[in-house]
């Protein structure tokens, strides 16, 4: 079974300072993992992902994310937040070694961004 | 390139009734994932369907089926909808195995 935790529901930023959106996850293997963006009324956008390799992944719109196996998070950051950036925010993660390519999500971090 | 293609954008049903949601691939994808995502929760897993074949069915009831067709084209249907069932339904495409998936804008239904 494979689940991701999003613990905060909201986090409020500044413009200008840097943010963190949250993730843990939980799989019985290696982990696939991914942010995806939600506008309102709008599909998902992708943001970046983790595959395999460096634990910086680095994304769309300034966006980074860090792996970290030994705490199994893979949290979003991105040095200077932006109006623009005020979303709704989802991780997500496969089983590397699962059969299906099925994602599981978190419930989502609404990010705010206060000019 | 167009992305993926869901039709219709907006639905309105009755309780009982049958709908059928449509979604085109990115050309070249031959794997589709259908997702329902209710209001305020993240996106849970339908379907997932590559190369016309069956790979992954998440919790859902039997009221809920899918299928490819050879262009890879994906229907999802669902039977005597419940008031439970307004959602937005969300289609992703991917290439391969450890590609992110892509998502169309989804079709908001809602079962009145």
């Known amino acids: 079974a494979q689940s991701v935790a999003q613990p905060e529901d909201q986090v409020n930023v500044a413009e200008g300072n840097p943010l963190t959106v949250k993730c843990t996850y939980s799989?019985?293997?290696?982990?696939?993992l991914f942010w995806y963006v939600q506008y309102p009324n709008r599909g998902l956008q992708f943001l970046l992902k983790y595959i395999t390799g460096d634990n910086l992944v680095k994304g769309s719109y300034g966006f980074e994310a860090e792996f970290n196996k030994s705490q199994t998070s893979f949290h979003l950051k991105k040095p200077s937040a932006l109006v623009s950036d005020s979303a709704l925010y989802f991780c997500a993660v496969r089983d590397r070694w699962a059969g299906s390519y099925q994602l599981t999500f978190g419930k989502g971090t609404k990010l705010s961004v206060i000019p | 390139d167009a992305g993926v293609t869901q039709s219709p954008t907006h639905l309105i049903k009755t309780r009982g009734q049958h709908v059928t949601l449509r979604c085109s691939p990115i050309s070249g994808h031959k794997s589709v994932s259908w997702y329902q995502q209710v209001l305020g929760q993240g996106p849970q897993f339908i379907f997932q369907?590559?190369?016309?074949?069956?790979?992954g069915r998440g919790n859902f009831p039997d009221r809920f089926s899918a299928r490819q067709f050879p262009n890879y084209s994906s229907e999802l249907n669902v039977n005597a909808l419940l008031l439970g069932d307004s959602a937005l339904y969300l289609c992703a495409s991917s290439l391969g195995v450890i590609d992110g998936y892509t998502f169309g804008s989804g079709t908001r239904l809602t079962v009145v």
């Open positions: 369907y590559y190369e016309k074949e069956e790979r």
């Open positions: 799989v019985s293997g290696n982990p696939y």
